[in-house]
């Protein structure tokens, strides 16, 4: 799907027309140059936010959608996106050539912005999983034309909300993908063909390499495991500069090892490698983009299964950083990964600050839902760009404390540090401080992603499945990066 901006000249299949609950839908089309009498199906259209209605004309363009998008007061990123969701969901179900969009009477930020943001989530919305589906659903037009005057400037900007768009449906292919097909060599294959053709470099580090860098968490966690495991390594850009280091979970799937998990919805922890296909969608982007930065991405990625050779309770394992860990429970394995890679991003790079994204707890969920993101920081420095930033494209997060008081319950008798805390005792937090111990001094901020990467059912705004949260929310910080 071919999307652009212009005052069409050619013939439109169907015009999506956006209004707001305080308009007359008379008027809309009036100002549309539409001449329908919207007496007869008005009152099939309540024009609450995401509300769809296809009506029919004998002139051009012979279907027009009326998307609703709620009142005017509320008109924010988060209902632009539904809105657009919803409209391009039902045109996938028509064969048309050709879809135009206007915009609406009231628009919010400044126009660049406004035409990002729509860039990203008509590209955001077209996507669809049903690669092994024999039937396909969707047929997507070949046009889609945002009605805006073209100007070059804008033209740019539309082009670069497409390019976010496209990256985060990468990253939301990955997630989706069964465990079956998305190994952990299936991830390392992806970054190297991702690296040739978005121009930046990657290096894969197999399991021998992994043991002889001292990973022994990484090796630990994989030993259950038939898949070997990998460690990926990105870096784009400027490396005279102290690189922004980016570390994803790459768990390929979580079963629990012998601390195994119960068999309902055990499916879905094919997405625990969520952060993982964050890092390579963040990549992709900012080097379409061409983002005057110095990235580095690490992902450690595994199974987490059982066998007689995976890693037991009461094991006690050597990290990356010296560190010896007591395995209480082989379910904390996203914590294990992630302590060797940020202790390997200490050792390797200077890093400016470091990101992680990580579906690590379920009790992220428990407390925010699927709508915000757990965000920790051992530094304030960057709370407002993220903010800002995540107002901008509404990829929400909430801020959580790394409470001190927590770290005791880690304490081990035998080794330095246990990997879980008490039973429901503050989960996430103690998921975040166990990371911070391997941390150091260098800014962090770590992203809890396990009630927002996925999303079990169809919502307004994104369709079951993988979310690709966080591609955005990243770029944007990147961007605004001084
Ligand atoms: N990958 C899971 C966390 C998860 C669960 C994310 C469900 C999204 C949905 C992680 O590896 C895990 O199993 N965490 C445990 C930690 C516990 C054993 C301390 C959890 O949250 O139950
Ligand atoms: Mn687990
Ligand atoms: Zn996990």
């Given at each position: 799907m071919n999307i652009t901006l212009a005052r069409p000249k050619q013939k439109l299949d169907l015009l999506i027309l956006p209004v707001f609950k305080?308009?007359?839908?008379?008027?809309?089309?009036?100002?549309?140059?539409?001449?329908?009498?919207?007496?007869?199906?008005?009152?099939?259209?309540?024009?609450?936010?995401?509300?769809?209605?296809?009506?029919?004309?004998?002139?051009?363009?012979?279907?027009?959608?009326?998307v609703g998008l709620g009142e005017k007061k509320s008109f924010e990123a988060q209902s632009w996106r539904i809105a657009i969701e919803s409209s391009v969901n039902l045109i996938k179900s028509l064969k048309l050539s050709a879809v135009g969009l206007a915009l609406p009477q009231k628009l919010f930020g400044t126009l660049k912005d406004f035409i990002e943001l729509t860039g990203f989530a008509v590209a955001y919305s077209s996507y669809e999983f049903e690669e092994y589906k024999k039937e396909k659903k969707v047929n997507l037009p070949k046009e889609f034309i945002i009605l805006q005057n073209e100007q070059s400037t804008l033209k740019k900007t539309?082009?670069?909300?497409?390019?976010?768009?496209?990256?985060?449906?990468?990253?939301?292919?990955?997630?989706?993908?069964?465990?079956?097909?998305?190994?952990?060599?299936?991830?390392?294959?992806?970054?190297?063909?991702?690296?040739?053709?978005?121009?930046?470099?990657?290096?894969?580090?197999?399991?021998?390499?992994?043991?002889?860098?001292?990973?022994?968490?990484?090796?630990?966690?994989?030993?259950?495991?038939?898949?070997?495991?990998?460690?990926i390594i990105l870096e784009y850009g400027n490396t005279k500069k102290p690189p922004v280091v980016l570390v994803g979970k790459g768990l390929t799937f979580d079963s629990g090892g012998i601390s195994i998990k119960p068999s309902e919805k055990m499916e879905e922890m094919k997405y625990d490698m969520s952060g993982g296909a964050v890092v390579l969608g963040v990549f992709e982007a900012v080097a379409k983009l061409k983002l005057p930065i110095?990235?580095?991405?690490?992902?450690?990625?595994?199974?987490?299964?059982?066998?007689?050779?995976?890693?037991?309770?009461?094991?006690?394992?050597?990290?990356?950083?010296?560190?010896?860990?007591?395995?209480?429970?082989?379910?904390?394995?996203?914590?294990?990964?992630?302590?060797?890679?940020?202790?390997?991003?200490?050792?390797?790079?200077?890093?400016?600050?470091?990101?992680?994204?990580?579906?690590?707890?379920?009790?992220?969920?428990?407390?925010?839902?699927?709508?915000?993101?757990?965000?920790?920081?051992?530094?304030?420095a960057f709370v407002k760009d993220f903010q800002k930033a995540s107002e901008k494209m509404s990829e929400k997060f909430w801020e959580l404390p790394l409470a001190e008081e927590y770290?005791?319950?880690?304490?081990?008798?035998?080794?330095?540090?246990?990997?879980?805390?008490?039973?429901?005792?503050?989960?996430?937090?103690?998921?975040?401080?166990?990371?911070?111990?391997?941390?150091?001094?260098?800014?962090?901020?770590?992203?809890?992603?396990g009630g927002t990467s996925w999303t079990t059912s169809n919502k307004s705004f994104a369709k079951a499945g993988s979310t690709g949260w966080g591609v955005y929310l990243t770029v944007e910080f990147l961007r605004q990066l001084k």
């Open positions: 305080e308009s007359e839908i008379k008027q809309a089309l009036k100002q549309n140059k539409i001449d329908l009498p919207s007496e007869s199906f008005s009152a099939d259209f309540k024009k609450e936010l995401g509300d769809t209605l296809v009506v029919y004309s004998q002139n051009d363009p012979k279907r027009i959608l009326l539309l082009e670069q909300g497409v390019i976010i768009g496209t990256a985060a449906n990468a990253s939301k292919d990955l997630s989706n993908h069964p465990a079956n097909v998305a190994t952990p060599t299936h991830l390392a294959d992806h970054a190297l063909k991702a690296a040739k053709q978005f121009n930046f470099t990657c290096k894969v580090l197999g399991s021998k390499e992994i043991q002889n860098e001292g990973m022994g968490l990484l090796t630990a966690v994989s030993a259950g495991s038939e898949e070997p495991a990998k460690f110095h990235l580095v991405g690490l992902i450690p990625s595994s199974e987490n299964l059982v066998s007689g050779k995976a890693v037991k309770p009461g094991d006690i394992i050597k990290s990356h950083s010296g560190e010896t860990v007591e395995i209480i429970n082989t379910d904390a394995e996203g914590r294990l990964v992630l302590a060797d890679a940020l202790s390997f991003a200490n050792k390797h790079y200077k890093p400016r600050m470091i990101l992680d994204f990580a579906t690590l707890t379920g009790a992220v969920s428990v407390a925010l839902g699927d709508q915000y993101t757990g965000y920790f920081s051992n530094t304030k770290q005791t319950q880690m304490k081990s008798s035998v080794a330095d540090i246990k990997n879980v805390g008490e039973h429901h005792n503050g989960g996430v937090i103690t998921a975040a401080l166990f990371l911070k111990h391997f941390v150091g001094t260098t800014p962090w901020i770590h992203f809890d992603t």
